[in-house]
């Protein structure tokens, strides 16, 4: 036992917590914990409950994967394992092979209290200086924003920490994270410096201002104490300014401006959208007000009449009056804005007659835009939001009009870009409309000006233009829009915004209370993760539905998408046509309006094996969530896809996607490796061939095999409250501070 020295300990540390490191006094006590692990296990069975538990409150269904046992498992498994690890660390010893452990390079706000707290030991707090520094060097690196911090951080650590320049070059290399690691990289190491109290007084204050930017409100017990044991009254102000700055960004006013939201009235994703985002950053305390027109098809009956409104000058009329309706639903605000000119009168769609587009289209949406900042003026009285998201090229024209408005100089506006093909950036033919136009004689329409493109009008370049920053609806599609061959004519302006740091993406949620198996109302039985019964009856249900043999232990592979190319049904039907000519046992259902030609082909492929292929004659919610429910595997091989919402139900409802690496399904899906068993879906680039039948092999696996996917496809968190409103908070934050 003696042959164990205290360097040895380092490697206990990264296992047993700090309890190793503290009461390690000699080697005989590694020896001891590892006998008596189980007394230091329920510590670990603690923490698995707690976040199991925190887990479940997300998903009602992952309750059921029975926290107890899942966290007495991993009081076995730690018991073990400390074991395990005192045999390993002998083995090395006697070897020659131990060194000492790779350390943490990133400062959380845990290390942060322990430091509060007097918890951390002075070894580890030299190492959480060294690395904190290492992080503000790395982190704060914009070559205009943050060049004088650069350098202060750069001298602290040679001065401190006798860092070589070479080494610093290494580091100086920015990771790519996202804005909420970003901030919480930035919070962490800003605080335990200056905790630490031994930074010059300007590098303080530069880190302090922006804390006062990017922290929340989990940073204020640090900022509280480096205000109270300050003895420079410059540092305690910036302090206290830092506290204000936290709590103001926990409780801002937020206005989402949309052509549609459900359920007032919708055709897409975008609607689902406007409805779920808003409700989440309203749960998290933020005033939130969402305004759309009042179209013909939302019912006047269930809104509020108030006395506001206002007028739109300019125009063919030379000016435009509207009235406000409003309703509140989930903690949002809705106001709508009522013109039977553009909006109510004898329209039945929101877009279009039902067959073509309205012919007004491009005044209407200039009205909209134009009547924005008038709206907020009659709802928000003196006071302004601080931050104004609009929605696609509908509402593009807004950015122009806010900008021109000296009231809302202090108001931050952003544009959404939910998918920028072609069709959906608002172009229209200069000739006939520009004389229409409000913003015709503004000066931004000259050959390549923000609302110009090849001699047309183009409403989403006039958005991205005249916005402070732009979003997408995933990370992915903001790398692919980027290039010439993604980016539908605006690569050009995108990489503009790129390259000014003005470009972000943030990948959409889903509303999980909607989406559960275990309440779904339009499914014929309910199940959850654990007790997945009503998933086999609901695929026999499908099955029958369909009009296809009722056989439980052959795979149904669902498929719920527009009847197009761009949704990949060229390589659908090529994939359904070999698998079936391979006279794999498998079927598929379809459900998805369209090409006619693609229809066509479905129908003879069903026409020539009856018992595997079948299509829904039209769509229906009841069939939508049937597929998801009843399938096994859901197929979603889009040429290309901004976000992408289908695969999300899809795990919501333990069926498993298998998908193009595109958008933002190449963002929400890992491919799964048995070996590992990490990954939650299938992935492909070119042949879904291959990847149908890795997904085949999968299921003929055996229902053991099969678990360990199974579990990864529930645990996958696509709520809004989890993860999406949260970045997209940030990407306020951030836009608020540039």
Known sequence: ???????????????????????????????????????????????????????????????????????????????????????????????????????????????????????????????????????????????????????????????????????????????????????????????????????????????????????????????????????????RKAAKTAIRGTQKAAKMTIVLATMEVKPYAGTGGLSNVMSELPAALAAMGHRVIVVSPRHAIVDASKLEKTDKGGLVMGGENGADAFTLMKDVRDGVEHYFIENDKYFSKDRPGIYTDGKNDYPDNASRYDFFGAAIPSALQAILGTKRPDVVQLNDAHTASAALYLSLDP????????????????????????????????????????????????????????????SHAAITVSREYKKEILTKEKGEGLHGVLRYLDARDRLWGNLNGIDTKAWDPAKDPLIDYHYNFTNREGKALNKGSLQRMFKLPEKPNTPVIGVLARLTEQKGFDDILDSMTKALAEKKDVQFVICGDGDPAIRKQIEELAAQYPENVSIADKFSLKIEHMIYAGSDLFLMP???????????????????????????????????????????????????????????????????????????????DFSWEGSSALEQLAFYRKVIAD
């Open 1 to 235: 036992m003696s042959g164990i020295s205290r360097t040895d300990l380092w490697h206990a540390q990264r296992l047993f917590g700090p309890k190793a490191r503290e009461s390690g006094k000699t080697a005989d006590t590694l020896a001891k914990i590892s006998v008596e692990g189980d007394k230091f296990a329920p510590r670990v069975s603690q923490d698995a409950l707690r976040a199991l538990s925190q887990l479940s409150a997300r998903y009602d269904d992952v309750r059921s994967i029975d926290v107890d046992v899942e966290a007495k498992k991993m009081s076995a498994d730690a018991a073990a394992s400390f074991r395990e690890m005192f045999q390993a660390v002998s083995k090395l010893k006697q070897k020659g092979e131990l060194s000492r452990p790779k350390r943490a390079d990133t400062v959380n706000m845990e290390m942060v209290s322990r430091l509060m707290s007097g918890e951390l030991p002075e070894s580890l707090l030299r190492h959480a200086r060294k690395t904190a520094g290492v992080e503000v060097f790395r982190l704060f690196a914009d070559p205009v924003k943050d060049a004088e911090l650069h350098v202060l951080a750069e001298d602290h650590l040679r001065r401190t920490h006798r860092i070589p320049r070479a080494k610093l070059l290494e580091a100086e290399v920015k990771p790519e994270l996202t804005l909420r690691e970003d901030f919480a990289r930035k919070t962490g190491a800003s605080l335990l410096l200056l905790l630490d109290g031994k930074l010059p007084q300007n590098m303080q204050l530069m880190l302090l201002e922006r804390v006062g930017k990017f922290a929340d409100v989990s940073a204020i017990p640090a900022l509280e104490k480096i205000a109270a044991q300050a003895t420079d009254p410059e540092i």
């Open 407 to 466: 009231s809302f100089k202090d108001t931050k506006t952003v544009i959404a870009v939910h998918n920028l093909g072609g069709a959906y950036q608002g172009k229209f033919n200069s000739a006939e409309q520009l004389p229409k136009m409000r913003f015709a004689n503004l000066g931004v329409y000259y050959p390549t000006g923000p609302a110009e493109y090849y001699g047309d009008i183009n409403f989403l370049k006039l958005g991205l233009t005249k």
């Open 638 to 716: 889009s040429k290309f896809e901004p976000c992408g919402l289908p695969q999300m139900y899809a795990l919501r409802y333990s069926t498993i996607p298998i998908v193009r690496a595109v958008g933002g399904l190449e963002e929400s899906i890992g491919n799964y490796d048995a070996a590992s068993k990490t990954g939650n879906g299938f992935k492909f680039t070119d042949d879904l061939s291959e990847a149908l039948n890795r997904a085949l092999d999968w299921y003929g696996s055996g229902a053991e095999a099969r678990e360990p996917l199974l579990r990864n496809a529930a645990l996958s």
